[in-house]
């Protein structure tokens, strides 16, 4: 243990000796001694500075993002080629928690502190008017981006008071599978999916008729979100008024409880369900309909652990008489650091993860949607996702939005909460969304975001 | 003692007070603190203000705060009151045995060995039945594999604890009473309960404290749901601290949780400088 202790330190001291040009032992001097000192502070200094400049070098941008998986394959293929293209500027990669909410923690703490890096960040769709209203990230008009080709859902999500804070780098849409072996087409409103549903069940001894997720966590939310799109209902209006306690809201939300104990072809399973038990219960065969996000089709689609591989079909979640077909929107965004070091070469980057080839090349590694509806025009993306673009595109363009308020995490957490009580029958699905509703205007007062809107 | 000598012990004193009260008292007083202010990370446009009481206020307004703490001190109730019965039968049991004591006192505290995540995964997993009754999604149900987990990590805690309390009894005592022909019953409440007082009071402070700040075993199990039926006071904060950054509001929160089992521990040391810490007399 001692001799351990001891011996780095002695090679330090032989290490100084050598470079300040008295390792010859015995000969210990006051002003040697002092030389030394002198040396290795300079070295020090040294070292200090050359870290420094490393630091501060205008040309080295961090993305911060997934960088694990196949996403990480993509980026950092696609890095490698903006780095050729750009022998000026290099870029690392920050890798970040998978699971959202962690990142979102460390997004905070790192741009609450008022940290450079990242310069880029890659951040879920519905962080964007929470960061902006912050005065987190960098609005990006001043880039006068050219936002021509985009779904305008995409658009709409990354803007806060007006202004465009980023830009929507994929797409994450719900839908509806549906079995090719059990109907003819899939249901064209939620009265045919309950039949369809009863008679899959029936006829073909398929035990669910309609799974989806209904634990308690924002995939919920984004569920309740389609069938309120169904009924016509909307969780704020259009000046960011609270109407998730209307009429039609309630109306949804007590069909969603029917479909479980009524009606029954929901299994009350799914209300301790994510995607994933969602997406093996219809992947073995056990559900007639899954709602679901695209990820899941590149897995059923794959006759090794999916048996209903080839045997199934997409569509928009249908609606109820009085509303419209909708799907949640997801997907991530990219933003640039307000206190970013090199503002204009983050924006470069972003653009050249934005351009069609490289969304391409992000489908075909990672199976995510571009933002970008005429890309859907095109066989390359057929061929990348394996589905029809077309079908993919017309689920896009009745993409809803989640609100676009920096304060959505808290209104989240407050839906999630109210829904999950009504459909497992702790409250009335009005009492239960009155309470939300609320709580929710509440938030809105405290947080002083009354009457701010996108 | 002359008072120069006294003076002199404190000084000695002050250097390990000093550190006692950065360590222990700091955090507490900068929570206190924090807890006057609106400091939300995730909305600096509100700024960092100073609000007195106004987190307090919110909180003792707020129906989740009251529901989490009624199921807190349900849940303390239920559990703690099944681990001293199951612990209590648990030590007379191993206290009667006449060989192989030394292995089962080993072997029952296994499950208390086990991280608490971990039991509260595998008791889910246990739950978690394709058919039949779905746990999870049942405000009252979901109490069940809840309690079960807790129960059957802490009752070895428990029984050891007791059994080391039986183990303390005079075996005479035990004689005498049969001498004069008391029933086993008759033996148990006369003599062991009595003289294991002590320990019950030990073992019921211990587990009431631990009760009150449960968090894994709920967070691994139900996360608080279905709805918030199951969600007790540590969680709520949790929320609010460390999802939501609400530093201030869930300051307040943490003082009040850390007022009440201070409160516990102040009341159980009371009682026990009553005897417990002093050997039950023969």
Redesign the interface.
């Known amino acids: 243990m001692q001799r351990c202790f001891r011996k780095p330190s002695a090679d330090i001291t032989a290490v100084i000796k050598a470079v300040s040009g008295h390792a010859r032992d015995g000969e210990r001097t006051i002003v040697s001694v002092v030389r030394e000192i002198g040396c290795a502070l300079a070295t020090l200094l040294c070292t200090a500075v050359v870290l420094g400049c490393a630091r501060t070098d205008p040309h080295v941008l961090t993305f911060a993002g997934s960088a694990v998986g196949r996403e990480g394959e993509a980026i950092r293929r696609q890095l490698d080629r903006f780095q050729r293209m750009h022998p000026e500027i290099r870029v690392e990669v920050q890798s970040t928690p998978d699971a959202a ?1 962690h990142r979102h ?1 460390l997004y ?1 703490q790192w741009l ?1 502190a008022r940290a450079a890096d990242p310069d880029v960040l890659q951040l879920d769709v519905v962080w964007a008017p ?1 960061f902006a ?3 987190w990230i960098l609005d990006l008009d001043r880039f006068r981006p050219d936002v021509q080709d985009f779904f305008p859902a995409t658009l709409t999500a990354t803007r806060w008071n007006g202004t465009l804070y980023a830009l929507p780098w994929f797409v994450d849409v719900g839908m509806l599978y549906w079995r090719t072996d059990v109907m003819d087409r899939a249901p064209m409103n939620l009265d045919e999916l309950r039949d369809q549903a009863a008679r899959g069940m029936r006829e073909h001894a398929i035990p669910y008729g309609f799974v989806w997720q209904g ?2 966590y924002e995939g919920l939310v984004t569920v309740f979100l389609e069938y309120l799109g169904a009924f016509g209902g909307g969780i704020l209006d259009d000046h960011g008024g609270v109407v998730v306690d209307s009429d039609r809201a309630v109306a949804a939300l007590t069909s969603m409880r029917d479909s479980i104990y009524a009606d029954q072809f929901v299994p ?2 799914v ?2 369900w994510q995607e994933e038990q969602a997406r093996l219960a219809f992947q073995n065969g056990q559900a007639v309909f899954m709602r679901n996000w695209p990820y899941a089709y590149g897995l059923l689609q794959d006759p090794v652990q999916s048996r209903v591989a080839g045997r199934f079909g997409i569509a928009p979640m249908p609606a109820a008489s009085g509303g419209s077909p909708t799907a949640a929107l997801g997907g991530s965004v990219l933003a640039i650091n307000a206190n970013s070091g090199d503002v204009d070469a983050a924006y470069q980057l972003i653009e050249y993860l934005l351009e069609p080839p490289q969304l391409l090349d992000r489908a075909r590694i990672a199976g995510q949607y571009p933002p970008r509806p005429t890309m859907y025009e095109s066989q390359e993306l057929e061929d990348a996702l394996r589905i029809v673009p077309a079908d993919a595109r017309r689920i896009i363009e009745h993409a809803v939005p989640r609100p676009a308020t ?2 959505y ?2 209104l989240s ?1 407050i839906l999630q ?2 829904v ?2 009504a ?2 029958r ?2 009335e699905p009005r009492d239960a969304l009155q309470r939300a509703a609320t709580d929710m205007r509440a938030l809105l007062a405290r ?2 975001l009354e009457g701010q809107h996108p | 003692m002359r008072r120069g000598e006294a003076r002199r012990g404190w000084l000695m004193a002050l250097p390990a007070l000093a550190v006692i009260a950065l360590i222990a008292l700091g955090p507490v007083l900068w929570a206190v603190w924090e807890s006057l202010y609106l400091h ?7 700024g960092r203000r100073l609000i007195g009481l106004r987190n307090y206020v919110e909180a003792l307004s707020n129906p989740r705060f009251w529901e989490a703490i009624g199921h807190t001190v349900a849940f303390a109730a239920v559990s703690v009151t099944l681990e001293i019965v199951l612990g209590l039968a648990l030590a007379v049991a191993v206290d009667s045995m006449t060989r192989g004591r030394g292995v089962v006192r080993t072997a029952m505290l296994l499950p208390w060995a086990v991280p608490t995540v971990v039991v509260g995964l595998v008791w889910r997993f246990m739950f ?1 039945t ?1 058919t039949g009754l ?1 746990w ?4 009252l149900a979901a109490w069940v594999p809840i309690v079960l987990a807790d129960v059957w990590k802490t009752t070895p805690f428990v029984a050891v604890l007791l059994l080391a309390g039986l183990q303390n009894i005079e075996r005479s005592l035990y004689e005498a009473a049969q001498m004069d022909g008391a029933t086993a019953w008759r033996q148990f409440t006369g003599i062991t309960l009595p003289l294991l007082k002590p320990a019950l009071l030990v073992a019921l402070v211990f587990r009431t404290v631990d009760a009150f700040r449960v968090f894994d075993v709920i967070y691994v199990m139900t ?7 199951t969600e007790p006071i540590a969680m709520y904060t949790f ?1 609010v601290l ?4 609400r530093f201030g509001y869930g300051s307040a929160l943490s003082v009040m949780i850390f007022g009440v089992t201070f409160l516990l521990a102040l009341v159980a040391i009371r009682l026990m400088g009553r005897g417990a810490l002093v050997e039950p007399a023969p």
Request: proline residues 9%.
């Open positions: 909410d923690q905070v609450n929470e209203a912050a005065g634990a308690r009350a399973l209300l301790t920096p304060i995490s808290e957490q909460i109210a999950h009580r459909l497992t702790q409250q947080t002083e | 939300d990370l995730r909305m600096p446009w509100l978690e394709p779905i999870f999604a049942d405000p996360g608080g749901g279905p709805g918030t039926a929320s460390l999802e939501n950054l």
